[in-house]
């Protein structure tokens, strides 16, 4: 019999601290490129279209990377896949950073990308399979708050090594990717395997030797019986095929529909382009946009610590139905202001700031942590790791189709003649330089609208399909599909 190890209330606070520092790398290395492409643009003198190529590349790794690997993560586990990430992470950006072209860039982002949705659904995936259901939201969450953290800190490091004399400051801002690649690795390797993961292949005195190490010690023979009577009932059916028989089409819907309305209301417009936002209402140069970013930043990471301490006390219903009510009145307002913004003159900057921050702050108490958390609870355990991957690669394609349709929304949604104009230094590859032009961003006003309406049939879908998974052991769910019973029935 494997040797047992005295329970220790914080290891799995450590455990999953370290697993969730894949999304540092995840935000990491979706936030850096904004501030490496002017640098990149004019070294390797690229029209826009290429650089819409490098960004891209990243996104399809992405989606790819996600949709080869979860069947993977529940034949190998999920240890070695994360591990696998880890190692791509760092080659990637030692690659991305020695590019000698713009073509071996795109390869080098296609692969971190492919590292990128390996991590983005095995990580929460193995926390929630590690931690006591009591805490699960909590340690789930802290993935979302490391995004958070990561893209924060990509904009710092942008600030850091940008310098206008020297077109290869690009090199060390990607560079910078393999200090938190290199925690991911290490820290990895000391982590054990998932209790759960072990079970379902039959290892059950090692899993019993991790349980006994990570839960309370009162529950750990029950935590042993749920898992092994769940396992018994999915013998012997063939995994792939399972995962969209109709006992599950409601776990399938959920995830996918989460992953929808977290990208649907348009938070990476604001990520990505707020520095463009902060623009177009009238701060003056591009330096005062990266700060603008910075502190949407900022405000991302203190709300997303705030929801660490909600989300396993109020629950899941409850922060969704806030969180996703905040972030339709404050799309709601800020159209108005874009709307209004001549009439409002100087005010509206400071209004159009004010509920950039109070969107982001909804978002980060609501939607962010609550897709990768549900995308992970929702799966029974022999197909979660391609369960929670599907999960993960809708997110990387509507983030893509959001992305690439913003600009159009305006457009097609900006009443003629109320475009706004902003001068801005543009590369014109023509000249071999930087240029001064007078832009026409057309006016976001009826985009944000639109996408406040997005989060108003969010709100309906939420009603019917978001379960309160909170407190609720992963077996207990997996249980309540199994009866055919609705999502909003779910309860402690
Ligand atoms: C989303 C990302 C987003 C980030 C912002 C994540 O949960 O999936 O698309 O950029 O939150 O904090």
């Not at 990561?150 to 200090?179: C, Q």
């Amino acid at each position: 019999m494997a040797k047992e190890k005295a329970y220790n209330k914080n290891l799995v606070i450590v455990i999953s601290t370290v697993a969730a520092t894949g999304g540092l790398l995840f935000g990491f290395d979706t936030g850096v490129i904004s501030g490496a492409i002017p640098f990149f643009q004019q070294d390797f003198q690229l029209s826009n279209s290429m650089i819409e190529n490098i960004t891209t590349a990243g996104l399809l790794g992405a989606v790819i990377g996600a949709f080869l690997t979860g069947r993977l993560s529940d034949i190998i586990g999920r240890k070695k896949t994360i591990l696998a990430a880890a190692v791509i992470f760092v080659i990637g950006a030692l690659w991305s950073g020695w590019s000698p072209s713009a073509h071996m860039l795109i390869f080098a982002r296609f692969f971190i990308g492919f590292a990128i949705g390996i991590s983005s659904f095995s990580v929460p995936l193995y926390i929630a399979e590690i931690s006591p259901a009591r805490m699960r939201g909590r340690l789930v969450s802290l993935f979302q708050l490391l995004i958070t953290i990561g893209i924060l800190v990509s904009y710092l490091s942008d600030l850091l090594f940008a310098n206008n004399n020297n077109v290869e400051s690009w090199r060390p801002m990607l560079y910078a990717g393999v200090v938190p690649g290199l925690i991911l690795l290490i820290g990895m390797f000391f982590l054990p395997e998932t209790p759960r993961w072990l079970m379902s292949k039959g290892r059950d005195e090692e899993g019993r030797e991790i349980l006994t190490r990570i839960e309370e010690p009162a529950l750990i023979d029950e935590a042993i019986r749920q898992i092994k009577n769940e396992i018994e009932k999915d013998k012997n059916r063939p995994a792939l095929r399972e995962v969209f028989r109709p006992w599950l089409r409601t776990a399938l819907l959920i995830a996918v529909g989460i992953m929808f309305f977290q990208q649907f209301v348009g938070i990476n417009t604001v990520i990505y382009y707020s520095p463009k936002i902060f623009m177009i209402v009238g701060f003056e140069g591009a330096r005062a946009g990266i700060w603008g970013s910075v502190s949407v930043g900022v405000v991302n990471v203190l709300f997303t610590i705030l929801s660490l301490f909600l989300i396993d006390k109020i629950g899941r219903r409850k922060l969704y139905f806030i969180g996703v009510s905040g972030i339709v009145f404050s799309l709601l307002a800020l159209g108005a202001v874009f709307a209004f913004h001549t009439v409002l003159g100087d005010m509206g900057k400071w209004m159009a700031i004010g509920f950039v921050w109070i969107y982001i702050a909804f978002f980060a108490i609501s939607l962010g942590p609550l897709g990768w958390l549900i995308i992970s609870e929702v799966f029974p355990l022999r197909v979660r790791g391609i369960g929670t991957s599907i999960g993960s690669l809708s997110n990387w394609l509507f983030n893509g189709v959001v992305a690439f349709t913003f600009f159009k929304i305006i457009k097609l949604f900006t009443v003629h003649g109320t475009g706004i104009i902003t001068h801005e230094r543009l590369y014109d590859p023509a000249v071999h330089g930087f240029v001064t032009k007078a832009v026409d961003n057309g006016n976001p006003a009826g985009a944000f609208w639109f996408y406040a309406v997005i989060g108003i049939i969010g709100l309906i879908w939420g009603y019917f399909y978001l379960p309160e998974t909170k407190g609720v052991s992963l077996e207990k769910i997996e249980e309540h599909w199994r009866q055919g019973k609705k999502p909003r029935d779910l309860k402690e």
